[in-house]
């Protein structure tokens, strides 16, 4: 029987998630928590059938059923992704393997990344980290690069803001980083939870005797915001604030001073 996976979106020509311009695929299913989520309907594994509200949300009338999630083979993903190789081939860009979790669904992630490597594609994986030791030196081993998320270093914080201690993160990241320029570790800044002084130090203190010197600052937006209130999740996620350019510039230069590659939305 073919080997399948379910994912939530496909997003070509993104320049976010990796080098060059790339093809991103969303699989579905996420082991965390995050208030934050930009993509709450990601969590669950499996497709689902969701109402969502349009304009007004407490109006049954301006909702309709929607399906999130596809199931797709191997081989009809990899005919999609294919499709764009000219321009993977000229801007030095690939596919980008995220989520919620890919690494949810290992046997299929593991299979993608062999294809991609027969066809010359490159690869990334953007990975929370919250997964077995196995499966993440599995797949360390078969991308080209691994995003790594970083969010929270205070362990009674990160259960609080992401439902699971940071623990199983943190021992993971050291395990794999062995081949350093292969990692990004990367900080969504959470206005006041994760872009405060302190977190982001102790993220750098964190990542500097690793030997992991690239990062990548993922400014806050609230794109995720109106799909909270769309898909019910009413009161989960607080209303922040965007950082201005200032504050960006100031947060960059922290990991800049002690000598980190630092890149900003990506
Ligand atoms: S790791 Fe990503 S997909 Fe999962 S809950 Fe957090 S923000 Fe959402």
Avoid at 216 to 234: A, F, I, M
């Amino acid at each position: 029987m073919a080997l399948t996976g379910i994912i939530f979106d496909l997003k070509k020509y993104a320049i976010h998630d990796g080098p060059g311009i790339r093809t991103t695929v969303f699989f579905k299913g996420c082991p965390l928590d995050c208030r934050w989520c930009h993509n709450p309907e990601s969590r669950k594994p499996g497709i689902e059938r969701l109402m969502i509200s349009r304009a007004a949300p407490d109006n049954p009338a301006c909702s309709r059923e929607a399906t999130i999630g596809r199931e797709v083979t191997i081989e009809g993903l990899m005919a999609e992704i294919m499709q764009d190789w000219i321009f993977y081939d000229q801007s030095g860009g690939g596919v980008t393997f995220s989520g919620g979790e890919p690494l949810l669904q290992i046997e299929f992630l593991l299979a993608l990344l062999e294809d991609c490597r027969r066809e010359g594609v490159h690869t990334a994986v953007d990975t929370s980290g919250h997964a077995s030791l196995s499966d993440l030196q599995k797949v360390a081993q078969a991308a080209d690069l691994l995003l790594y998320d970083l969010k929270l270093m205070d362990d009674t914080a990160h259960r609080e803001y992401i439902g699971v201690s940071n623990q199983l993160i943190l021992s993971n990241l050291k395990a794999v980083a062995v081949d350093t320029d292969r990692i990004v570790a990367r900080v969504p800044l959470i206005p006041d939870i994760t872009d405060t002084d302190e977190n982001l130090d102790a993220v750098a203190d964190f990542l500097e005797p690793l030997g992991l010197r690239r990062v990548s600052l993922l400014p806050y937006n609230k794109l995720g915001e109106d799909k909270h209130e769309r898909y019910g999740l009413h009161g989960h996620r607080p209303n922040w604030n965007v950082q201005d350019r200032d504050s960006l510039d100031l947060k960059t230069e922290r990991f800049r001073a002690r000598g980190f590659l630092v890149s900003l939305g990506g």
